[in-house]
C-alpha cells in the first residue's frame, strides 16, 4: 500500500515537475520528508535515481534538436561531477536538521527565481577559453534559420557548476535552475540551449551522486523503484500538458505552493 501511494505522489510530483522545468524531485524530496515521514537521505536517494532516468529521455529529445551543446556541457561536468563528489563526501557529516534547511532556502529561492522575467543577453565575443576549447556554436531557431552565439566568463560558469554539484548531491535535485540560470546569466547564452544543455548535465550529475549514495547504502528499492516509475510517467504526462496550460497561471500557483513547503521544511528543519 506505501509503494503504491508513492508511486500516485510521484506521478503528481513528476507532472508538476514537468510543467516548469524543474524536475520531480523538487517536489517528492519535501512529500516524502513531511508527508510519508521517509528519512530525508533515503528520500535524496531515491530522488537521484528518477532524475537520472527522467533527464536520459529529454535529453536525446534536445541533441536530436541540436540544442545541446555537447563540448560545453563536457567541459562544464568536470565542475559538476567534482561537485557532487565533495557533496557527498560531505553529506555523511551534515545533520539532518541542515539538510531541511537548505532545502527550504532552496525551495523559496526557486519560487523567486520564477518569477523573475527571463530576456536574453547573447554573447557576442568569445572568453579566451572558449575560443581557444571552442566551446561557441549554432542552435536552429524558426525551421532552417541558424543563430550563432558566443561563451563568455568560462571560469565563473565553472564554479556556479561546481556549487551546482554540491547542491545536488545534498539535497538529492539535478540543480538544474543553478545551472540554467549561470549558463544564461553568466556565460551570456541564448535561454534554449542553457536549458537543453543544463538538462543533459543533470543526468551525468544525478549519476555521479546516485552511484555514491548507493555504495553507501541509502538507495532503499521499496523507495525509489516507484518514485523513480512514477516520477517518469509523471513527466511524460506533463511535457504533453503544458501546451495547453496557460504557463502564467501554473506559475503563479506553484510559486504559492513552493513557498508554503519551504516554509514547511524551514520549521522542521529549526525544530
Same mark, same amino acid.
Given at each position: 500500500?506505501?509503494? %503504491?501511494? +508513492? $508511486? &500516485?505522489?510521484?506521478?503528481?510530483?513528476?507532472?508538476?515537475?514537468?510543467? #516548469?522545468?524543474?524536475? @520531480?524531485?523538487? *517536489?517528492?524530496?519535501?512529500?516524502?520528508?513531511?508527508?510519508?515521514?521517509?528519512?530525508?537521505?533515503?528520500?535524496?536517494?531515491?530522488?537521484?535515481?528518477?532524475?537520472?532516468?527522467?533527464?536520459?529521455?529529454?535529453?536525446?529529445?534536445?541533441?536530436?534538436?541540436?540544442?545541446?551543446?555537447?563540448?560545453?556541457?563536457?567541459?562544464?561536468?568536470?565542475?559538476?561531477?567534482?561537485?557532487?563528489?565533495?557533496?557527498?563526501?560531505?553529506?555523511?557529516?551534515?545533520?539532518?536538521?541542515? %539538510?531541511? +534547511? $537548505? &532545502?527550504?532556502?532552496?525551495?523559496?529561492?526557486?519560487?523567486?527565481?520564477? #518569477?523573475?522575467?527571463? @530576456?536574453?543577453? *547573447?554573447?557576442?565575443?568569445?572568453?579566451?577559453?572558449?575560443?581557444?576549447?571552442?566551446?561557441?556554436?549554432?542552435?536552429?531557431?524558426?525551421?532552417?534559420?541558424?543563430?550563432?552565439?558566443?561563451?563568455?566568463?568560462?571560469?565563473?560558469?565553472?564554479?556556479?557548476?561546481?556549487?551546482?554539484?554540491?547542491?545536488?548531491?545534498?539535497?538529492?535535485?539535478?540543480?538544474?535552475?543553478?545551472?540554467?540560470?549561470?549558463?544564461?546569466?553568466?556565460?551570456?547564452?541564448?535561454?534554449?540551449?542553457?536549458?537543453?544543455?543544463?538538462?543533459?548535465?543533470?543526468?551525468?550529475?544525478?549519476?555521479?551522486?546516485?552511484?555514491?549514495?548507493?555504495?553507501?547504502?541509502?538507495?532503499?528499492?521499496?523507495?525509489?523503484?516507484?518514485?523513480?516509475?512514477?516520477?517518469?510517467?509523471?513527466?511524460?504526462?506533463?511535457?504533453?500538458?503544458?501546451?495547453?496550460?496557460?504557463?502564467?497561471?501554473?506559475?503563479?500557483?506553484?510559486?504559492?505552493?513552493?513557498?508554503?513547503?519551504?516554509?514547511?521544511?524551514?520549521?522542521?528543519?529549526?525544530?
Amino acid at each position: 500500500m506505501f509503494e %503504491l501511494l +508513492l $508511486l &500516485f505522489t510521484s506521478m503528481a510530483a513528476g507532472f508538476l515537475g514537468a510543467l #516548469l522545468g524543474l524536475g @520531480g524531485g523538487i *517536489i517528492v524530496v519535501p512529500v516524502l520528508t513531511l508527508v510519508y515521514h521517509v528519512d530525508i537521505r533515503y528520500a535524496i536517494a531515491a530522488s537521484l535515481i528518477s532524475i537520472v532516468a527522467t533527464s536520459s529521455g529529454a535529453a536525446a529529445s534536445y541533441l536530436k534538436d541540436s540544442l545541446t551543446n555537447l563540448r560545453l556541457a563536457v567541459f562544464l561536468e568536470v565542475g559538476t561531477v567534482s561537485g557532487a563528489i565533495v557533496g557527498f563526501l560531505i553529506s555523511s557529516f551534515i545533520k539532518a536538521q541542515f %539538510l531541511f +534547511l $537548505l &532545502f527550504g532556502t532552496f525551495l523559496l529561492f526557486s519560487a523567486l527565481m520564477m #518569477l523573475r522575467k527571463r @530576456g536574453e543577453h *547573447i554573447a557576442t565575443v568569445n572568453h579566451p577559453w572558449a575560443e581557444k576549447l571552442k566551446l561557441d556554436g549554432v542552435y536552429p531557431e524558426g525551421g532552417n534559420r541558424l543563430v550563432e552565439y558566443k561563451v563568455q566568463n568560462v571560469p565563473l560558469g565553472l564554479f556556479a557548476m561546481f556549487g551546482a554539484g554540491v547542491m545536488s548531491a545534498l539535497l538529492g535535485i539535478g540543480s538544474g535552475i543553478f545551472k540554467v540560470l549561470a549558463m544564461d546569466g553568466a556565460m551570456k547564452l541564448p535561454i534554449k540551449v542553457s536549458s537543453a544543455t543544463s538538462n543533459f548535465m543533470i543526468g551525468v550529475t544525478a549519476s555521479a551522486s546516485a552511484g555514491a549514495y548507493l555504495l553507501r547504502g541509502d538507495v532503499r528499492p521499496e523507495i525509489a523503484a516507484p518514485v523513480a516509475v512514477g516520477i517518469i510517467v509523471g513527466s511524460f504526462v506533463g511535457a504533453k500538458a503544458m501546451v495547453k496550460i496557460p504557463a502564467v497561471r501554473i506559475r503563479q500557483i506553484f510559486v504559492v505552493v513552493l513557498s508554503i513547503v519551504s516554509i514547511q521544511m524551514i520549521i522542521k528543519g529549526l525544530k
